[in-house]
T-cell receptor, first 115, second 116 residues
């Protein structure tokens, strides 16, 4: 496997502000993804982070709300913009590792609370 | 696309009891099948997987067998411990679609509490 780190691990934010979450991987990665886990719920894929191009968003998620960057193979950021309490969730980064593209590995998650 | 039906929780067991968490799925083709575990306050960890029919995935005493005929991937453990208390997610993987989207569909999760 690999070490996948996320920053911050948790945050409490005010309504209307934005938060950028970072994901860093210590191994070669082919694909990176961002998921949301709302309280007591399962995981929902937000988007696939593409290196050097715009992310591919799933239905119900838009770039203006969740801008994503991936400047290199092992690093990505997700921004939650203009937050509301409904954005309170755990946000998880996941990756497919080079040479092991049959399994997604997850970061520890960022626990976001919006007041 | 895929869908997953997972046993509803919460499930409460005494230590050393036998555990079964049912999971059935619908999918086109032949997906790989995964169980992930989420311990309290943590992210998801891969628990086990199976990539083809009749394969058995196993890890930490947990097992699950890929049953193509019943489209099931039930999770079992013969003797649970308090440290197994977590939420368990079943997830079929359809594979990279080639359209820039990765289909990993999660079940709703089953919360397991093991009491001493």
């Amino acid at each position: 496997s690999a070490v996948i780190s996320q920053k911050p691990s948790r945050d409490i934010c005010q309504r209307g502000t934005s938060l950028t979450i970072q994901c860093q991987v210590d191994s070669q990665v082919t694909m990176m993804f961002w998921y949301r886990q709302q309280p007591g719920q399962s995981l929902t894929l937000i988007a696939t982070a593409n290196q050097g191009s715009e992310a591919t968003y799933e239905s119900g998620f838009v770039i203006d709300k969740f801008p994503i960057s991936r400047p290199n193979l092992t690093f990505s950021t997700l921004t939650v913009s203009n937050m509301s309490p409904e954005d309170s969730s755990i946000y998880l980064c996941s990756v497919l590792l080079a040479g092991r593209t049959d399994t997604q590995y997850f970061g520890p998650g960022t626990r976001l609370t919006v007041l | 696309g895929n869908s997953v039906t997972q046993m509803e929780g919460p499930v409460t067991l005494s230590e050393e009891a036998f555990l079964t968490i049912n999971c059935t799925y619908t999918a086109t083709g032949y997906p790989s099948l995964f169980w992930y575990v989420q311990y309290p306050g943590e992210g998801l960890q891969l628990l086990l997987k199976a990539t083809k029919a009749d394969d058995k995935g196993s890890n930490k005493g947990f097992e699950a067998t890929y049953r193509k005929e019943t489209t099931s991937f039930h999770l079992e453990k013969g003797s649970v411990q308090v440290s197994d208390s977590a939420v368990y997610f079943c997830a079929p993987h359809q594979g990279y679609s080639g359209a820039g989207s990765y289909q990993l569909t999660f079940g709703k999760g089953t919360k397991l509490s093991v009491i001493p």
